[in-house]
């Protein structure tokens, strides 16, 4: 009887440190998402894409066009094979209150906002290098 009290306190003590160390480590990995979250509303703007997605070529392609990436400095990160990079997507889009189940590429966060999709992450850019809205629009419209 006294061995099986024991031997129950010592598997309870240890689903408990058990359960401590996940505690531990889900806070750890809150804290640091946090913090990325801190540091991107600090640093250049961050353009979320995936390899096949149309609307995100259509992005792209615009930037090329008006050599967006000559003119400022942003960060590119592929979402569909980069897992990372997608769950950064996720809590970016949390902390801007969008709904993580709907969101999709292509997907801009600057100056502490979300953009999602192409028309208005060219707006974006456009506001920002003072390039015709019309042309813009034009040239979003027709590559759908």
């Known amino acids: 009887m006294k061995q ?3 031997t129950l306190l ?3 003590l240890i689903a408990g440190l058990l359960s ?3 505690i531990v480590s889900n806070n750890k990995e809150k804290q640091l998402a946090e913090q990325k979250i801190e540091e991107l ?5 961050v353009f979320y894409y995936g390899n096949t997605c149309p609307h995100c070529e259509i992005v792209e392609e615009w930037f090329e066009s008006n050599q967006v990436e ?3 400095t942003f960060v590119k990160k592929e979402v569909y094979d980069n897992r990372a990079n997608a769950l ?6 949390a902390e801007c209150g969008l709904d993580t189940s709907s969101i999709g590429v292509p997907f801009l966060y600057a100056d502490g906002q979300c953009l999602i999709g192409s028309p208005d992450i060219i707006e974006y850019f456009s506001l ?3 390039i ?3 042309q813009a629009s034009e040239s979003a419209e027709q590559a759908l």
């Open 41 to 45: 509303k600090n640093s250049a703007p």
């Open 4 to 6: 099986k009290v024991i």
């Open 10 to 12: 010592v598997v309870i």
């Open 128 to 130: 920002k290098f003072g």
């Open 132 to 134: 015709d809205q019309s």
């Open 20 to 22: 401590l160390v996940v």
């Open 88 to 93: 950064e997507l996720n809590k970016v889009a």
């Open 70 to 72: 000559e003119r400022m």
